[in-house]
């Protein structure tokens, strides 16, 4: 099993920043790509950023040139600066793993538990 541990969320004005972080502590998996979704009251889950092993990263439209992500592969995290929060930033944040989870190159996928970001106006 794989648990990933949220930390970085809160109350921001509008045009502030937050960081937040995402880590696997004591994972002996291998992780492919990483990735950080949100969720806003009444709507889907959407995607914002996701980054591979390799470093390779993709941006939705609506948060590019202001959020960036990031990982540390040996410390097995994954982190989201996220500049210029909007109002409508507001919303759980969840990072996401794409697990390697045996021999047979088996890929799972795993979610934090969210952390809130609240951007006021």
């Known amino acids: 099993q794989v648990q990933l541990v949220e930390s970085g969320g809160g109350l921001v004005q509008s045009g502030g920043s937050l960081r937040l972080s995402c880590a696997a502590p004591?994972?002996?998996?291998?992780?492919?790509?990483m990735g950080w979704y949100r969720q806003a009251p009444g709507k889907q889950r959407e995607v914002l950023a996701q980054i591979s092993s390799s470093g390779d990263s993709m941006y939705a439209d609506y948060v590019k040139g202001r959020f960036t992500i990031s990982r540390d592969n040996a410390k097995t995290t994954v982190e989201l600066q996220m500049n210029s929060l909007k109002p409508e930033d507001t919303a759980v944040y969840f990072c996401?793993?794409?697990?390697?989870?045996?021999?047979?190159?088996?890929?799972?996928?795993?979610w934090g538990q969210g952390t809130q970001v609240t951007v006021s106006s």
């Open positions: 996401n793993a794409r697990v390697v989870i045996n021999v047979e190159g088996e890929i799972r996928d795993y």
């Open positions: 004591r994972s002996i998996f291998r992780f492919d790509a």
